[in-house]
């Protein structure tokens, strides 16, 4: 059966996340009750990149679903768009080969994490963006970003729940830019551990307010521990950006 | 009695508008509620630049109230914000003259209304922009733009229901930025009309579709007829963003 890879948008505060879970509304959800839909109630299952947990975003989330349905690529974002709640929205759809797997295929991804700076919050932003007011000292931020870069056991930086065995991931960029009032980190790697991310973040904040140092970074992550590293930063920051594919792997 | 002035953001999407309704959720009530409940049960009143509508926002909506409490003005925002919902926020407080009134002593006033020009909505602006993806000539817009500043009767461009009998404003503004895929329409005059607006930027945005030449807004503000102007864009596109009080009335 034709295969077709879409990229997704997604605004994460109404859903319990992205995975399907009975008797929740999931974005998983509603993309197969979509896709059934139009399939005429046969039954159509969608595989995405990875889960995202309840109030998290995504930019470019992206699936992969078979179907026998003679609609061009291009025309499936309208076809589903249509149908889908407006909180979900099918950014781009392409047909691709069957030995593309948006899971198993995934060669990088890149996450954001916004935090809103202002004095006072900004109420369009509040789902968006962490605020954090007080004083936090950017350039220690991006020097214990800069430790985190490369090849790590991120066991200190995973949720203690992680049932994966080898926590070995590579980090290649970790930016911190301002844009406005708000504060955007920007990370990019070749897999993430759950929660990874958000403990990531949540210590670099600690950094900022002086609570660690650049330099605690690595004893961090060579002790292994999820108990010393900072807290997992809000859900509602985050934003699953892009997710990569290279082409060798496409094919 | 001491009176303060607030600077005040809100999130319209929850509320049936500014001003208080009976049993509608409106930022008045809360503003009235959060304040009846500092003053232990007493009864205090609030009032704003004007109103604005169901689902329209505001960045700098203004109030003012009267107080014998001996709260400094810069602590007003911290003590209203801890109880008020998360869609409202105070920005700024301090006291004024007794003289100094909301509404009667506005000057001029600034609204923006947001589109999202991107080729699918972008869903975390889906209550903050009006998606517009379709081919508009911004050049065409910002002609028309032009020949709204001035002095003009407005008749044509306010609700069919506008009870005021004046409708000569000045409008000295009327730019229209790009930003990201969003267009960001500012207009800044002395006073506007129930709607003007939304039914200015509506006949706009027709310009940009070809419906009507730049040229024919001077006959639309002479026809003085609301029926031959353009469709109200919608509220959640519109933003309170700014009122002005001259240092002279403040007095």
Redesign the interface.
């Known amino acids: 059966m034709p295969r077709f890879k879409c990229i997704v948008?997604?605004?994460g505060s109404g859903f319990s996340g992205y995975q399907v879970q009975p008797n929740k509304r999931t974005v998983q959800c509603e993309l197969e009750r979509v896709l059934t839909d139009i399939h005429k109630g046969k039954k159509t299952r969608v595989t995405a990149s990875g889960r995202t947990d309840a109030g998290v975003?995504a930019v470019g989330q992206v699936i992969h679903f078979d179907t026998d349905y003679q609609i061009p690529g291009e025309k499936w974002?309208v076809v589903l768009?249509q149908k889908l709640p407006?909180?979900?929205?099918?950014?781009h759809a392409a047909q691709v080969p069957e030995t593309f797997h948006a899971r198993f295929s995934v060669t990088g991804k890149e996450y954001r994490y916004v935090i809103d700076r202002g004095?006072?919050?900004?109420?369009?932003r509040?789902h968006?963006a962490v605020h954090h007011p007080l004083t936090l000292d950017l350039d220690l931020i991006r020097e214990a970003a800069q430790q985190l870069i490369g090849e790590h056991d991120f066991t200190s930086f995973s949720s203690a729940r992680t049932e994966v065995l080898d926590r070995v991931r590579t980090i290649e960029r970790f930016d911190i830019i301002e844009r406005g009032s708000e504060w955007i980190f920007i990370v990019k790697g070749n897999g993430f551990l759950y929660n990874m991310v958000r403990i990531m973040v949540g210590t670099l904040l600690d950094v900022g307010y002086g609570k660690f140092k650049p330099s605690d970074i690595r004893a961090l992550l060579e002790a292994k521990d999820r108990t010393l590293a900072g807290k997992t930063a809000p859900a509602h920051g985050l934003y699953l950006w892009e997710v990569e594919y290279s082409d060798a792997r496409r094919k």
Chains 1, 2 share one sequence.
């Open positions: 948008s997604y605004d975003h974002p768009n407006n909180e979900i929205v099918v950014r004095e006072v919050p900004t109420p369009f509040r968006y």
